[in-house]
C-alpha cells in the first residue's frame, strides 16, 4: 500500500508565510511528478505547483514568485513553501503524487488527505 500524508498549514495573515510537507510511504519503486493542488469553498480544485523527479518546476500564475515547491527524493517527500500570503490563498491543500509500485511496477497516481490553509487579511 501506498499513501501520501501531509503536514503543515494552519492560519496565518496576509503578508506571512506556511510551509506545507508531504511524505509518501508504502510500497514504492519510484516517484515521478509530485504536485500541490489546492481547493477553495465552492470552487474546482486547481493545480498550484509542480515538481518533476528531475527538478524541474511549474507554478500557476497566482502563486509566482510567491510559493516555492522542492522536493527530497531520498525521502520521498515534496515541500511547498508559501510566502507573501494572501487571503486568496485559502483553500484545502492536496498532495498529489505519480508513483510506481514496488508490488507490481504500475504507475498509479496517489492524494494525500487534503490540509487546510487559511489566511486572514
Known amino acids: 500500500q501506498v499513501q501520501l500524508v501531509e503536514s503543515g498549514g494552519g492560519l496565518a495573515q496576509a503578508g506571512g508565510s506556511l510551509g506545507l510537507s508531504c511524505a509518501a510511504s508504502?510500497?514504492?519503486?519510484?516517484?515521478?511528478?509530485m504536485r500541490w493542488y489546492r481547493q477553495a469553498p465552492g470552487k474546482q480544485r486547481e493545480l498550484v505547483a509542480a515538481?518533476?523527479?528531475?527538478?524541474?518546476?511549474n507554478y500557476d500564475d497566482s502563486v509566482k514568485g510567491r510559493f516555492t515547491i522542492s522536493r527530497d527524493n531520498a525521502k520521498n517527500t515534496v515541500l511547498l513553501q508559501m510566502n507573501n500570503l494572501k487571503p486568496e490563498d485559502t483553500a484545502v491543500y492536496y498532495c498529489?503524487?505519480?508513483?510506481?509500485?514496488?508490488?507490481?511496477?504500475?504507475?498509479?497516481?496517489?492524494w494525500g488527505q487534503g490540509t487546510q490553509v487559511t489566511v486572514s487579511s
Open positions: 515538481i518533476t523527479r528531475g527538478g524541474s518546476t
Open positions: 498529489n503524487a505519480d508513483i510506481i509500485r514496488r508490488i507490481d511496477f504500475t504507475l498509479r497516481d496517489y
Open positions: 508504502g510500497s514504492i519503486f519510484s516517484i515521478n511528478t
